[in-house]
């Protein structure tokens, strides 16, 4: 896909059938040994999936596309594409931590507006004030992230959201970073078989 920082979600199995890669931030697939893969330098890669195997999903959630709700449509196509009494799940991939993510009164008031009212403690705190730079916050996109998991019904969070893609130069290309030398990691999810019901087991894997 062609990432763009915004909430188009779109099947895998379609879209290879279009000429070119399409615009969008997310993927969704249900045939066995089709990948959905998203690209980062420093946003989390988010991947959900089914917990009884029968769809699978990858959404880039950068801070644009997070407050958008890219997660919550993700999601809900995952459980569209899984059928009735489905049960999501979901994996956390590399990110930039607070520590080294610094934003301004923008993407914090961005997050505010979107957020629902039971939402309004937990998103901010997932804004730390920079006491040196006022107008400015160290934010915590792991936990932007589960915020907007929870929102789509989604609280089982297998692993992940411990990383640093910029304090980990052995392991992550950090935008932030590394800019301008080009680079990335990538994040996939599949189903090795219909009806794979070891979901549960999602863990990361090096390439």
């Known amino acids: 896909m062609k990432q763009i920082h915004h909430v188009q ?12 890669a399409p615009y969008a931030d997310a993927s969704v697939a249900t045939q066995p040994h089709m990948a959905c893969v998203i690209t980062s330098a420093d946003c989390p890669a988010v991947l959900i999936c089914d917990r009884a195997g029968r769809a699978v999903g990858a959404a880039h959630a950068g801070w ?15 459980a569209v594409a899984a059928g009735a009494d489905c049960t999501l799940t979901a994996f956390l991939g590399p990110a930039i931590q607070p520590r080294a993510f610094e934003v301004g009164d923008d993407v914090y008031d961005t997050f505010m507006a979107s ?17 040196a730079a006022p107008g400015k916050y160290r934010a915590d996109l792991y936990s932007l992230a589960r915020v907007r998991l929870a929102r789509a019904g989604i609280t089982h969070i297998i692993s992940g959201g411990a990383w640093c893609t910029f304090s980990e130069p052995e392991r992550f290309y950090s935008y932030r970073r590394d800019h301008p030398k080009n680079g990335n990691q990538a994040a996939m999810i599949w189903l090795t ?8 087991r999602m863990q990361p894997v090096s390439l």
Request: negative net charge; charged residues 25%.
């Open 193 to 200: 078989d219909a009806g794979n019901t070891k979901n549960d």
């Open 64 to 78: 644009r596309g997070l407050s958008a709700g890219v997660l919550e449509r993700t999601a809900a196509e995952v």
């Open 9 to 20: 979600v779109i099947r895998a199995e379609t879209a290879l059938d279009q000429n070119g």
């Open 115 to 131: 957020a629902q009212p039971d939402e309004y403690r937990a998103t901010a705190a997932a804004f730390h004030p920079c006491a």
